[in-house]
């Protein structure tokens, strides 16, 4: 099982904290961040992450395409 993982560009504030928490995961591209990889295995801490986004820019979905995160 693997997740998609995207961040909207249109909603990022660019703040860094994914890519300062996980820049195995993610990077910065001019002023917003985006993910390395589509693609990345299941992963608690990675949720955690996208619910403390603060424009909740994150987005991960499972591989039926159910929003996983952020969480409401």
Known sequence: MT???SVD????L????C???RP???QFHGSYAEPITDHLDPD?????LADTC????????DESG????PRP
């Open 9 to 12: 560009t249109t909603t990022c």
């Open 3 to 5: 997740w998609s993982i």
């Open 66 to 69: 159910a929003e996983l995160a």
């Open 19 to 21: 890519a300062g928490s």
């Open 54 to 61: 603060p424009a909740a820019a994150i987005l991960i979905r």
């Open 44 to 48: 608690e801490d990675v949720l955690d």
């Open 24 to 26: 195995d995961i993610f």
């Open 14 to 17: 660019g703040s860094g904290i």
